[in-house]
């Protein structure tokens, strides 16, 4: 199951890649990743069938106790068959829905497979905390499928409102888990069913529990996400709302009912919400004219259907609910595909526009009527045999399941009713509305929704032998009597009665309703559909919490964000002054021994630091303030070689140098000297914050230094470097191997702030070329590179600084590469490497502008910073795929010719893909903050020329 997983994962990432070869033809290809989990599940049938779960556990953090539990029982395999076999159908369909140049194609693919693999997940993970992993990223996925096409507004406020609701439904939800998951000291459902906790705190864990698969599911009050949800193309459509995500909180609801079905909120909780949006959910689809907005009604008003039967909490309703699962995937999916082709071969889904469409595409209206007659409950298919055990379910228990039962009568009467408008709208002659002009519909484009709608013809006719594939979910209940069996006839039964008189009821009221229609005004059916309505409703709620929300954030804006960054920085840093100063007094930790220093020269290197750091306050020009703060820094690092740490003197030089050199870059462009604006006591209450600060800083750092308790867990890093690590440079070592998932972290980070810089700093996209540095891009052909000069240089460029810095660049370049692979046994490594040639590019760029730099480093930067990335990750991939553990280091010892013996560590690898990523990093800031910031302050100045030229000869 975790491959099937993974291989979901795979052909999200190779999907975008494989469609722009073979464009929409690649959805084929993309499709056999949900079709091989169809056919795994199909393989497995006579197992689950036999009551037999298939586990599968793989242990993910021992430390914290945390494994990949996954577990298929029969409601699993169910939903794995829905998943993989609809989502292969879909995709399938796809490859005729959309168009090969689409530009959002690649992403659709994507972002669709990695939907339906986190669908697999969900349904097979035994672990609640995966579940709630998989359950989040079926959140996010859908958010990006149903935002598909970010230009319409429409798409981007359905996405937004989906995610909001089922995210907060999942935070409250997962608060249900950790409460169920402490109790029993695990988190593996099929454990915690068995040792439930009691009382008021299991109820509250349900009700929070309920939260999320209600959200989920849409049901009231949820219920308007879904509609609005119909913004994304009907593939999604037809995945997500009726095969996938929605039934998500429906198979959540079916997985924990065998173990709280008798726990008091379960059931009534369930029970009035699934007839609540059953009702309102009906009626509204029987308002819609957009056949997908019918549908999207009609999909709600089946979940709350679906809540019902599985909340009822008895063998025969539940199997009954699984049956209607499967039925209900089968026939809506089925009529989603057909208002996609309908929606293509006649240009509108307006049903008040259509007409005769059933006479042009009989194949098409024959297949809508097979899925629409599921749907109404009508035999000989899977909707009338799972209706009518539902039906049959209810008529043995008590008053309350017999006013459920009526309410269930009622709102498949609903459903009848929409079922023929939605039939009757698409296909139907109508005498008033002109003749529909179509295409002809394709057998490739219509072939998936012959399969679905086949499916459910069979799924009906061969009712006995789901009933054995479903049985063994539904005899989790307990059961004093035989229970019932699907089965396509029972004979003239009371539930045959009753399924009768709901289809009489739904055609009565389609009659009625086009009878009230043509005789009603406007304004009277609009106050009867408003009569119908709750006071209140969920979308109104969202609605004003969202405006509430909006409107508390321009207030708070408004007060605390006034544009003024010594205000924000001023906040900061009183809070931190209150807060953690505040318990240093109120604790007093102080340390009893107390040392001013360990040698006398300590004392200069700290003179020197406080000396330029009050120099920098009081200086006037920019420019000086920051050289002073890097004397300041400079202090520090001779700091760090007086305490015999040379490694992190030689990266705070470093740092320091480059951090000059980056604001020199941005200083060129701000003015000479510091605002005046400051008032005195304005300039008072500065310095005593100032001060405020440092005293309440030093104060913290004194006491962490002086209350461990414990020992170090440094302490063992000596041995380890060199046993482990295989290197003496302890530094090194600790950051490319004992603790590699930090410096992964912080790599990842840099190249998140170097696209970041990019983004801002780059005006368009065809600025981007600018980035790569490639020859040609920001100069003339007259300006090629020659021997010791570019041959471009200007009045303000220094000849001889050109010179000198082309000889000495290969020289510093080779001196990287030194630090780079001695790092392991000496100072040195791969982020001062880096620094060190980012600096040899900080003196090519300032010795000859960008185009010095160019030709110095002809490359994109941000392909190296995906170069050293990619090779980061790849050491520890290749770790893994070697049969050790993600990172780890191997140490190798070879006899090389002429070299003698050799003592090599793969880690050198993690290494290079660091220095990569630094160097990546500093030519991304010298072309954005310097070569295109020159280029754009000259393009204005020319602009700004050829504006006063302009000028001067109108005068």
Not at 76 to 86: C, I, K, P, S, T
Not at 143 to 167: E, F, K
Not at 672 to 700: D, N, Q
């Amino acid at each position: 199951m975790l491959v099937l997983v993974a291989v979901h994962a795979l052909a999200a990432v190779i999907a975008p890649g494989l469609i722009r070869i073979w464009g929409r033809r690649a959805l084929y290809l993309v499709a056999l990743a949900p079709a091989a989990t169809l056919v795994w599940a199909l393989t497995r049938t006579s197992t689950v069938r036999s009551g037999t779960p298939v586990v599968e556990t793989v242990t993910w953090v021992p430390q914290l106790g945390l494994e990949v539990a996954l577990r298929m029982g029969t409601l699993a395999w169910l939903m794995v068959v829905l998943v993989g076999g609809v989502g292969a159908l879909v995709l399938a369909y796809s490859a005729r829905y959309f168009r090969s140049d689409d530009p959002g194609l690649g992403r659709f693919a994507a972002v669709f497979v990695a939907f339906a693999g986190a669908m697999l997940g969900l349904v097979v993970s035994d672990d609640l905390l995966l579940l709630y992993v998989f359950w989040e990223l079926t959140t996010v996925l859908s958010y990006l499928l149903i935002g598909s096409d970010p230009t319409r507004r429409a798409s981007r406020r359905a996405a937004m409102q989906a995610l909001l609701v089922t995210t907060l439904g999942g935070l409250a939800m997962l608060a249900g888990f950790v409460m169920l998951g402490q109790h029993a000291g695990t988190y593996r459902w099929s454990e915690i069913a068995t040792d439930l906790p009691g009382g008021g705190y299991l109820a509250v864990a349900l009700v929070l529990i309920l939260l999320g698969a209600l959200s989920k599911s849409a049901i009231f009050p949820f219920s308007f996400w879904l509609p609005g949800a119909m913004a994304a193309p009907t593939p999604v459509s037809a995945y997500l709302h009726a095969a996938a995500m929605v039934k998500a909180g429906v198979f959540l609801v079916a997985l924990m009912g065998p173990a709280v079905a008798g726990v008091p909120p379960w059931r009534p909780v369930l029970l009035a919400g699934g007839l609540i949006t059953m009702f309102l959910g009906g009626w509204a689809a029987l308002r819609q004219a957009d056949l997908k907005l019918l549908l999207a009604y009609g999909t709600v008003s089946q979940l709350g259907l679906l809540m019902v039967i599985l909340g009822a909490g008895t063998r025969d309703t539940a199997l009954a609910g699984v049956a209607m699962v499967l039925a209900h995937a089968l026939f809506k999916s089925t009529l989603f595909l057909v208002v996609g082709i309908v929606d293509h071969v006649a240009g509108t889904r307006d049903l008040r526009e259509l007409s005769g469409l059933g006479r042009r595409a009989p194949a098409l209206a024959a297949v809508a009527g097979l899925a629409a007659a599921s749907m109404a409950g009508l035999p000989p298919l899977a909707g009338f045999v799972a209706k009518e055990a539902a039906v049959e379910a209810f008529l043995h228990g008590g008053t309350a399941d017999l006013v459920v039962l009526a309410g269930v009568v009622l709102g498949s009467a609903l459903t009848v009713a929409y079922t023929l408008r939605f039939v009757w709208g698409a296909f139907a002659t109508k005498g008033d509305v002109p003749v529909t002009q179509a295409r002809p519909v394709r057998w490739p484009f219509l072939a998936p929704a012959v399969v679905l709608a086949a499916a459910g013809l069979a799924a009906g006719l061969l009712a006995p032998a789901v009933d054995k594939v479903l049985a063994p979910y539904a005899d989790q209940y307990p059961s004093a009597e035989p229970g019932y069996h699907l089965a396509l006839w029972h004979g003239p039964t009371l539930a045959l009665g009753l399924s009768a008189l709901a289809v009489a009821g739904g055609v009565g009221l389609f009659v009625l309703r086009a009878r009230c229609r043509r005789c009603v005004s406007t304004s009277a059916r609009g106050r009867l559909g408003a009569a119908v309505q709750l006071p209140f409703d969920g979308a109104a709620v969202y609605h004003r919490l969202i405006g509430g929300v909006d409107r508390l954030a321009v207030e708070l804006t408004g007060a605390t964000q006034r544009g003024s960054l010594p205000f924000y920085l001023g906040v900061i840093l009183l809070v931190m002054i209150t807060l953690p100063g505040g318990a240093l007094l109120a604790g007093m930790p102080w340390p009893q021994r107390f040392e001013l220093w360990d040698t006398p020269l300590q004392a200069v290197a700290a003179a020197v630091v406080i000396v330029a750091a009050v120099a920098a306050a009081r200086a006037r020009r920019r420019l000086t303030a920051m050289i002073l703060v890097g004397v300041a820094g400079y202090g520090t690092a001779l700091m760090f070689i007086l305490h015999g740490a040379p490694d992190l003197a030689l990266t705070q030089f470093l740092v320091e140098t480059v951090t000059i050199v980056m604001f020199v870059l941005v200083l060129r462009h701000l003015p000479a000297k510091f605002s005046e604006r400051p008032i005195r006591s304005s300039r008072r209450g500065r310095i005593a914050l100032g001060v405020a600060v440092g005293v309440v800083t030093a104060g913290m750092a004194y006491v962490a230094a002086g209350a461990r308790i414990a020992t170090p867990i440094s302490v063992g890093f000596p041995d380890e470097a060199v046993s482990y690590g295989g290197g003496k440079n302890i530094v090194n070592v600790t950051l490319v191997d004992i603790r590699a998932w930090d410096t992964m972290g912080e790599i990842a980070v840099l190249v998140v702030a170097a696209t970041g810089v990019a983004s801002l700093i780059f005006r368009h996209s065809r600025d981007l070329d600018l980035r790569r540095g490639i020859p040609g891009v920001g100069r003339t052909e007259s300006s090629r590179p020659r021997w010791l000069t570019t041959g471009a240089t200007t009045r303000q460029q220094s000849v001889i600084l050109q010179v000198v810095t082309r000889l000495l660049f290969h020289a510093i370049v080779l001196f990287s590469i030194y630090l780079l692979f001695s790092g392991h046994n000496a100072p040195g490594g791969g982020f001062a490497a880096g620094l060190v040639a980012g600096l040899a590019l900080a003196v090519r760029y300032l010795a000859g502008g960008r185009t010095e730099l160019n030709g110095a480093a002809p490359v994109d930067a941000g392909a190296v910073l995906g170069a050293g990335l990619f090779v980061a990750v790849g050491t520890g991939v290749a770790a893994m795929l070697l049969g050790g553990e993600f990172l780890q280091s191997a140490l190798l010892d070879l006899h090389v010719p002429v070299l003698g013996h050799v003592h090599f560590v793969t880690s050198v690898f993690f290494d290079v893909g660091v220095y990569l990523i630094v160097v990546g990093l500093v030519l991304d800031i010298l072309r954005s903050l310097g070569a295109e910031m020159d280029r754009q302050q000259e393009t204005d100045q020319r602009e700004t020329e050829q504006t006063d030229d302009r000028a001067k000869e109108l005068v």
